[in-house]
């Protein structure tokens, strides 16, 4: 009986991360191997830039993976983030009767008209419902309401529609299939954030490598989602443009730099070693990391909406890798004025593991760890021998994942779930038919209805009038003669 687990991968900017975990029946996620590769020479900035290396660098994690587990692995969880990711709100209205009563059809109706919003080079990965105006009044279940005018207020999380290909190029050419495309944001969000903070209004900073992230809730609603292009690499940037190599720089960020330090505590006669030759002011060495930081932190504001601004009663959590220098949250707390701040070293959910790059609960496991956490398809095939006959035994019939996902999203389509490119396909072929078939329909009706009426005038003509009329008056004559 071939295993159970679940494997999910991250496309970061710095390391590609893939991870498999089974599911406990008492909740838990009991994490059976991590593979990692390094990424930053074809991903920048979360963008796919080069599909080859990309597929290869997947093939390798899920070779790994599979040697790890002795498992074939069938299908993988994937999160989609990145710097095209944005949001922008869309509204979708719609004039009834009077009186009309809102059905859920209704509901749904706007909800694909939604969908349906054309935006130039951008795909629609997913749609947050952030409530409906019911005539008047906002609601968030309109479903049974009187009204004559419903507005539906969604945001749309788009994606660059070149940065969505690549990224599903990568998997088929690597021959990799995919579980589920996950939002990156909102699996993490869903992992470390509470519902406390979703309904009372928080704002979610991801600090990564190449970017930061900004997720704001309130009301348990995704409010707005942004992907800030700056992130711990370009600290480490600055700290190389004191004359060293970027890898002297980013030793000295993690053994020196602070994210806030009063201006009465840095000692202008301490130098802090680059080697042993070469040393940097102190003064100067803080001055560039603040910088950099205070820039990121702006730009992270700026993205918290002003109505929600001081309605942030959740406060702000940070995460990431960067999100382990110190003194970060003094530094956001100085400059937002928000003393709600806390870190999320970690997710919510109970791990179970013996593996350092999941106990050391540093921020940098918690996406894939989220996108774990999401997944409920079986990825384990057949075994793999050992003694490398990977097909000595008889391999179990897999169902399409593509099969498995309709058949779940059927049920419930899940939020931050992406379609992927071959979900597309097919959807837009079955549209495409189901358009063929009302068209064809629509014809075969016209037909008929033209035939009926063609009868009728038929019926109705002169001669035919005449023709039943001599017909009735032979039938009268010969009744005379009987």
């Known amino acids: 009986m071939p295993k159970e687990f679940i494997v999910a991968i991250e496309l970061g900017s710095s390391k590609m991360t893939g991870i498999a975990g089974k599911k406990n029946l008492d909740g838990s996620i009991q994490v059976l191997s991590v593979v990692k590769e390094d990424s930053s020479a074809f991903i920048r900035k979360g963008y796919v830039y080069n599909i080859d290396k990309t597929a290869q660098c997947l093939a390798s994690i899920v070779n790994k993976l599979e040697k790890q587990l002795k498992t074939s692995i069938t299908q993988v969880y994937v999160g989609v983030g990145g710097q095209s990711i944005r949001s922008i709100r869309n509204i979708i209205s719609k004039e009834l009767p009077a009186d009309t009563v809102v059905t859920q059809d209704m509901v749904i109706e706007l909800m694909d008209a939604n969908r349906n919003m054309k935006y130039p080079d951008q795909e ?16 968030l279940d309109p479903v049974g309401i009187q009204c004559s005018h419903i507005e539906g207020n969604f945001l749309n999380i788009l994606q660059r529609k070149a940065f969505y290909k690549n990224l599903n190029m990568c998997f088929e050419t690597a021959n990799i299939n995919v579980a589920e495309m996950y939002l990156a944001p909102l699996a993490l969000a869903d992992s470390v954030l509470t519902e406390t903070e979703k309904r009372s209004g928080c704002a979610l900073v991801d600090l990564g490598a190449d970017t930061t992230t900004v997720s704001v809730y309130s009301k348990n609603v995704l409010r707005h989602l942004a992907v800030i292009p700056l992130g711990g690499n370009n600290i480490t940037k600055d700290i190389a443009s004191l004359q060293m190599e970027e890898h002297d720089a980013e030793r000295m960020k993690l053994k020196y730099a602070s ?224």
């Open 124 to 139: 629609i990965l997913d749609a947050a419902v952030q409530e409906y105006k019911v005539d008047s009044q906002l609601q």
């Open 259 to 482: 994210a806030f330090t009063e201006n009465n505590d840095i000692d202008n006669n301490l130098k802090y070693p680059i080697d042993q030759d070469r040393q940097v002011e102190s003064r100067k060495f803080v001055e560039i990391v603040e910088g950099r930081l205070e820039e990121i932190i702006a730009n992270v504001w700026c993205q918290v909406p002003e109505e929600l601004c001081d309605k942030l009663l959740g406060g702000i959590i940070l995460t990431g890798g960067c999100s382990n220098m110190r003194d970060i949250e003094k530094a956001f707390a100085n400059y937002t004025h928000i003393d709600k701040i806390r870190t999320a070293k970690f997710v919510t959910q109970t791990i179970v593991s013996n593996l350092p790059e999941v106990t050391a609960k540093d921020g940098r496991m918690n996406t894939v760890l989220g996108l774990l956490a999401k997944g409920d398809i079986n990825c384990a095939g057949h075994e793999i021998d050992p003694n490398g006959d990977l097909f000595g035994g008889k391999q179990p019939q897999q169902d399409n994942p593509l099969d498995q996902r309709r058949a779940r999203q059927a049920v419930e389509t899940p939020a931050g779930v992406v379609r992927t490119a071959e979900e597309i396909r097919r959807a837009e072929e079955e549209a495409r038919q189901k358009r063929e078939d009302e068209e064809r329909l629509a014809r075969e009706k016209a037909e008929e209805e033209a035939r009926i009426e063609a009868e009728r005038r038929k019926e109705n003509s002169p001669i035919s009038k005449m023709g039943r009329w001599l017909k009735k008056f032979g039938q009268e004559i010969i009744k005379e003669e009987d």
